[in-house]
C-alpha cells in the first residue's frame, strides 16, 4: 500500500517501550502518526525523529489515559477524523503484588490505563471503522492475560479482559475489511519491570525478548492475518490447543443441569 493510502495510526504510550517501537515500524510502513503518552518531551522528540526519518506527519498528543475526561478527548479524535486508520492499544502499566501488599489506589489506577482506556478507546474505534470499512484495531495483552503468577493477579485481570474483549470483538468484524488483533507478549526488555519493582536484572535473560523483535513479531502475525499473536510461542499448535480446550468446557457447560458430581436433586 502506498504512503498516501495508509492513513494515520494512533500508538498509545508512544513514549516509551513497545509503543515506541510500534510508532517507529508504522512510520516506516508509511503511515502518520498520532503519538500518545504523559511525557510531552518525549512524544515530541520522536515526532520529530518520524518527520525527519520517513517523511511522515506525526504529532504528539499529550494524555493521561487514567483520566477519563483524556480518554474522551481521544475517542473523539477517533470519532471525527476519518483519516485515523489504526489504533493500537498500546499504553499499560503493571503493578504487581498480592491483595496483602499491592495498594489498592494504585490497582484502581492500573485498573483505569490498562482496563477502562482500552475498552473505551475500542468502543470508539471499531464502530466508526467498521462504518468506513476500513481500519485496524490493535489491543496489547500479555501472557498474563492467559494465566498468572502469585504477584499478578490484578494485572492478569485486567490483561485477561482485554484479551476477552478482542477476541470477541473479532466476531464483529467478520466479513468486513476492519481487522482487530490481540498481541499477547511474554517477558520483554522495557521499563515496565523496573518500575513494577520487578528488576529485569533479576531475570532469567533467556526469556526475555527485546521490544523491536516484539513488535516486529506481532506486525508480521498481522500481516499473517493473525487474529491472536504470541510473539514468543514457538508452537502455533499451543494456541490451538487452548482454544480447543476453552471450546469443549464451553459446550461441556451447555446442559441446564448441575454435574452428577454434585449430587443435587
Ligand atoms: N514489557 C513486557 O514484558 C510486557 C509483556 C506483556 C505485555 N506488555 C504490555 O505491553 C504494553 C506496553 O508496555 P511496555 O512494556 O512498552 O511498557 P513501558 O516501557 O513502561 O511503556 C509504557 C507506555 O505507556 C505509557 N503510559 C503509562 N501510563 C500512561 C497513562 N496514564 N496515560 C498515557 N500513557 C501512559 C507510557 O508513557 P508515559 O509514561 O509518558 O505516559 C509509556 O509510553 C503494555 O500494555 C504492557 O502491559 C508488556
Given at each position: 500500500?502506498?504512503k498516501?493510502q495508509?492513513g494515520?495510526a ?5 513514549s516509551?517501550g513497545?509503543g ?7 512510520a516506516?510502513?508509511?503511515y502518520?502518526?498520532?503519538?500518545v503518552a504523559?511525557?510531552?518531551?518525549k512524544?515530541a522528540?520522536l ?7 520517513y517523511g511522515?506527519q ?5 494524555a493521561?489515559?487514567?483520566?477519563a475526561a483524556?480518554?474522551?478527548?481521544l475517542?473523539a ?6 483519516g485515523?486508520t ?9 503493578v504487581?503484588?498480592?491483595t496483602a ?7 484502581v489506577?492500573q485498573?483505569a490505563i490498562?482496563?477502562?482506556?482500552v475498552?473505551?478507546l ?5 464502530p ?16 498474563l492475560?492467559f494465566?498468572?503468577?502469585p ?6 485481570a485486567?490483561?485477561?479482559?482485554v484479551?476477552?474483549?478482542?477476541r470477541a470483538?473479532?466476531n464483529e468484524?467478520?466479513?468486513?475489511n476492519?481487522r ?9 526488555a522495557?521499563?515496565?519491570w ?8 533479576t531475570?532469567?535473560?533467556q526469556?526475555v ?6 513488535v516486529?513479531?506481532a506486525?508480521a502475525?498481522?500481516d499473517l ?6 510473539p514468543?510461542?514457538?508452537d ?8 480447543e480446550a476453552?471450546?469443549?468446557l ?6 441446564g443441569?448441575?454435574?452428577s ?5
Amino acid at each position: 500500500m502506498s504512503k498516501a493510502q495508509q492513513g494515520t495510526a494512533i500508538v498509545t504510550g508512544a513514549s516509551a517501550g513497545l509503543g515506541k517501537i510500534y510508532a517507529d515500524r508504522l512510520a516506516r510502513r508509511g503511515y502518520d502518526l498520532v503519538l500518545v503518552a504523559r511525557r510531552g518531551d518525549k512524544l515530541a522528540a520522536l515526532a520529530d525523529t518520524l518527520r525527519a526519518t520517513y517523511g511522515v506527519q506525526a504529532r504528539p498528543f499529550v494524555a493521561d489515559l487514567s483520566q477519563a475526561a483524556d480518554v474522551e478527548r481521544l475517542a473523539a479524535l477517533i470519532r471525527e477524523d476519518d483519516g485515523i486508520t489504526m489504533l493500537v492499544n498500546n499504553a499499560g502499566v503493571s503493578v504487581m503484588g498480592t491483595t496483602a501488599t499491592a495498594d489498592p489506589a494504585k490497582l484502581v489506577w492500573q485498573q483505569a490505563i490498562n482496563v477502562d482506556a482500552v475498552t473505551r478507546l475500542s468502543l470508539a474505534a471499531l464502530p466508526t471503522f467498521i462504518e468506513r470499512d476500513r481500519g485496524t484495531l490493535v489491543n496489547v495483552s500479555s501472557v498474563l492475560g492467559f494465566g498468572f503468577l502469585p504477584p499478578s493477579a490484578f494485572y492478569s485481570a485486567g490483561k485477561g479482559h482485554v484479551a476477552n474483549l478482542t477476541r470477541a470483538l473479532q466476531n464483529e468484524v467478520q466479513g468486513t475489511n476492519v481487522r482487530v488483533q490481540l498481541v499477547a507478549p511474554s517477558a520483554t526488555a522495557t521499563d515496565i519491570w523496573d518500575a513494577a519493582g520487578i528488576p529485569l536484572s533479576t531475570m532469567d535473560p533467556q526469556i526475555v525478548m527485546n521490544a523491536e523483535d516484539c513488535v516486529d513479531a506481532a506486525l508480521a502475525g498481522l500481516d499473517l492475518g493473525e487474529q491472536v499473536t504470541f510473539p514468543s510461542v514457538e508452537d502455533g499448535q499451543l494456541w490451538k490447543n487452548f482454544e480447543e480446550a476453552a471450546a469443549k468446557l464451553f459446550q461441556g457447560a451447555m446442559r441446564g443441569k448441575p454435574a452428577s458430581r454434585y449430587r443435587v436433586g
